[in-house]
């Protein structure tokens, strides 16, 4: 039997940290400045790709953000636990290591 309370702790608590490293970063965004005089043509390229790379970050904690609702959702509705795919119980090893997870390891192989 999984300790369902337990899971709800660990993804609310997950939650948490993406949200304050979404405020963080949010806090230290600035755009790119392109203006030819101010900054060399590497340096420019150089904050770009930072720029590039700070944003597929918070796409990357947007996306685990959601997992994280839909997994606090499957609780909600008694559906936690079980693959969303064929509907097998998921390895609770495998939930300890990412209590987001919505498939069993099969499934999540096949593609």
Do not use: W
Not at 14 to 19: A, D, G, Q, V
Not at 70 to 89: M, P, Q, T, W
């Amino acid at each position: 039997m999984l300790d369902l309370a337990r899971f709800r702790e660990k993804l609310l608590a997950r939650r948490e940290e993406l949200l304050a490293e979404d405020q963080m970063s949010e806090a230290g965004r600035a755009p790119v400045t392109l203006e030819q005089d101010s900054v060399g043509r590497l340096s420019r390229i150089d904050a770009m790709q930072l720029q590039a790379m700070a944003l597929a970050q918070a796409r990357r904690r947007q996306n685990e953000r959601h997992s994280i609702d839909a997994a606090l959702r499957r609780i909600d509705e008694s559906e936690y636990g079980y693959c969303v795919k064929c509907g097998d119980d998921i390895a609770p090893a495998r939930l300890e290591h990412n209590p987001a997870f919505a498939t069993c390891i099969e499934c999540a192989t096949e593609g």
